[in-house]
């Protein structure tokens, strides 16, 4: 079964700094997407970035990009500039078929410091 | 557009009742997920729904189990229910049989006592 291996329960970042999330995990499978979803305290889950594994190049969204390393196993997620509102607990989660049956990490809670 | 709809949003039952929880997707989205989301297992895959019929199904005991309308409305049903059924229920919509994003909605707080 396909794994989602989040390592960093908790991350603080100062604000206007960068900071990356870590991600890892395990498929035999070569055809597979892969994303960072935003839980913030309200609790409304959010899509912030996906890659898609036939890609080569890593996915970028404004302030937010992503590092794929097919070969490692290897999906993290970097925040520029970071924001308050930035402050969530962000899932990495791996899906097959279009996307569908999403697999998630334990999770990484984010703290954004002024 | 409306986004995902769920009802009710907080819930208490106690142990053995039943419970009913609706995911009404955004207008097109014929695809419906459910995921169960508690501290000690994190967020866990149930069930998806596309056009009426059970297209993936999760690792979890026959107690659970849902159905989707014509409409594309979905409800999950859970029987005989367990403290540790005590969770956030999060559904997800998407539109169509090819990659879409998904979208989640608010989830309902099921509290069993």
């Known amino acids: 079964a396909q794994t989602v291996t989040q390592s960093q329960p908790e991350m603080s970042v100062q604000e206007a700094e960068t900071v990356t999330l870590s991600c890892t995990y395990d498929t035999s499978e070569s055809d597979y997407y892969l994303f960072w979803y935003k839980q913030p305290p309200s609790r409304q889950m959010i899509l912030v970035i996906r890659q898609e594994a036939y890609k080569q190049q890593n996915a970028t969204e404004n302030r937010f990009s992503v590092n794929f390393q097919k070969a490692a196993k290897s999906f993290s997620l970097k925040i520029s500039d970071s924001q308050l509102g930035d402050a969530a607990m962000y899932f990495c989660?791996?899906?097959?078929?279009?996307?569908?049956?999403?697999?998630f990490g334990a999770g990484t809670i984010l703290r954004v410091k002024s | 557009k409306a986004g995902v709809t769920q009802t009710p949003r907080y819930l208490i039952k106690t142990r053995g009742q039943q419970v009913t929880l609706s995911c009404s997707p955004i207008s097109g989205h014929r695809s419906v997920s459910w995921y169960q989301q508690t501290p000690g297992q994190g967020l866990q895959f149930l069930f998806e729904?596309?056009?009426?019929?059970?297209?993936n199904k999760g690792n979890f005991p026959g107690r659970f189990s849902g159905r989707q309308f014509s409409n594309s409305r979905s409800e999950m049903n859970v029987s005989t229910l367990e403290l540790g059924d005590s969770a956030l229920y999060l559904c997800a919509t998407k539109a169509g049989n090819s990659y879409n994003e998904q979208f989640f909605g608010p989830g309902t707080r099921l509290t069993v006592l």
């Open positions: 729904y596309f056009s009426e019929t059970q297209r």
């Open positions: 989660a791996y899906a097959e078929e279009y996307g569908n049956k999403l697999v």
